[in-house]
């Protein structure tokens, strides 16, 4: 089993940043992809941003890039997910996910997911 632990979350006005760390323990494998996705009140939860830590690929939704980073932090044994220029819209439960495969997906198909962390943004 794999345990995800986000952490990082808070209050921001909108135009800040804040980085969110997601903290694997357990079975862990070095390389298989680790995710990032948020639900916002009311919606679905959607994909954010992905990195396939085989070979260092990352991937983005289209609303975030250019605005979030996501990161592998070896040292601290950690991915990361740097938000910059945040906006009111960004708001939402950011979770941590970590997949079996191989293969980076934009779907929800993942294996392990974290407890979710609350980023607000206000206006």
């Known amino acids: 089993q794999v345990q995800l632990v986000e952490s990082g979350g808070g209050l921001v006005r909108a135009g800040g940043s804040l980085r969110l760390s997601c903290a694997a323990s357990g079975r862990t494998f070095s390389n298989y992809p680790m995710g990032w996705f948020r639900q916002a009140p009311g919606k679905e939860r959607e994909f954010v941003a992905a990195l396939n830590r085989r070979d260092g690929s990352t991937y983005y939704a289209d609303s975030v890039k250019g605005r979030f980073t996501i990161s592998n932090d070896n040292a601290k044994n950690t991915v990361d997910l740097q938000m910059n220029s945040l906006k009111s819209e960004d708001t939402a439960v950011y979770y941590c996910?970590?997949?079996?495969?191989?293969?980076?997906?934009?779907?929800?198909?993942?294996?392990?997911w974290g407890q979710g962390t609350q980023v607000t943004v206000s206006s």
């Open positions: 996910a970590a997949r079996r495969l191989l293969v980076v997906t934009r779907t929800g198909d993942w294996d392990y």
